[in-house]
């Protein structure tokens, strides 16, 4: 069935540092896929998407890039906060005859600084 | 986009009881809203899908007679856990939107004792 995968956490990492997070996906059609980042005691946010293969989704200095021929979205940043700090999401959505979203396990994320 | 909120934000009851959930959307009219459980460092899944006048769609190994749903109005949907145990302590979410684009409320946090 469609599935998110996403690398385990916790990523710890010191400011300024690159962040990548890991997240392929199986899907029989053609999803739309999508970040949601979850800030401590709060609900879940859009980060960002992208809807076709080799569109690229970006917010916030943050990037991923829809990678059909490798099922993956990696989630990017060049220069990380303490800010950044929180459990981003990988998550896909499909029309079933209605629109259905199916998220990865969420990878949480330690800014140091 | 869209606000949605949620009350109460967090809840502690007595096994056994009943516990209303209230999923408010505040600028959109929400013919559709879903309902999501989080257990602690795990993903969201999905409970079940809210249509506003008619019955909820229950997703498989949910009990609907258990997660009780209303979806009465365009801008309100409840959800009640019934005689709740221990088990179903968790972070219950909702969402609603257009399409793939969903917003998120900041979620309720219940403890069964």
């Known amino acids: 069935g469609d599935s998110v995968t996403q690398m385990e956490g916790p990523v710890t990492l010191s400011e300024e540092a690159f962040l990548t997070i890991n997240c392929t996906y199986t899907?029989?059609?053609?999803?739309?896929l999508f970040w949601y980042v979850q800030y401590p005691g709060e609900g879940l946010q859009l980060l960002l998407k992208?809807?076709?293969?080799?569109d690229k989704g970006s917010n916030k200095g943050f990037e991923a890039t829809y990678r059909k021929e490798t099922t993956s979205f990696h989630l990017e940043k060049g220069s990380v906060q303490v800010s950044d700090s929180a459990v981003y999401f990988c998550?896909?959505?499909?029309?079933?005859?209605?629109?259905?979203?199916?998220f990865g396990a969420g990878t949480r994320l330690f800014v140091k600084a | 986009g869209a606000v949605v909120s949620q009350h109460p934000s967090r809840v502690i009851c007595k096994s056994g009881t009943s516990v209303k959930i209230e999923c408010r959307s505040l600028?959109?009219?929400?013919?559709?809203m879903f309902w999501y459980r989080q257990f602690p460092k795990q993903s969201l899944m999905l409970m079940a899908t809210?249509?506003?006048?008619?019955?909820?769609?229950?997703e498989q190994g949910v009990e609907k007679d258990k997660f009780l749903i209303n979806h009465a109005s365009l801008t309100l949907s409840t959800l009640t856990v019934t005689s709740a145990h221990p088990e179903d302590s968790s972070f219950y979410i909702c969402?609603?939107?257009?399409?793939?684009?969903?917003?998120f409320g900041p979620g309720t946090r219940l403890l069964v004792l």
């Open positions: 998550a896909l959505t499909i029309n079933t005859g209605g629109f259905k979203t199916i």
């Open positions: 899907a029989t059609g053609y999803p739309s």
């Open positions: 992208a809807t076709k293969a080799d």
């Open positions: 600028d959109f009219q929400a013919t559709t």
């Open positions: 809210s249509n506003e006048g008619s019955k909820a769609t229950y």
């Open positions: 969402s609603t939107g257009e399409g793939e684009t969903q917003y």
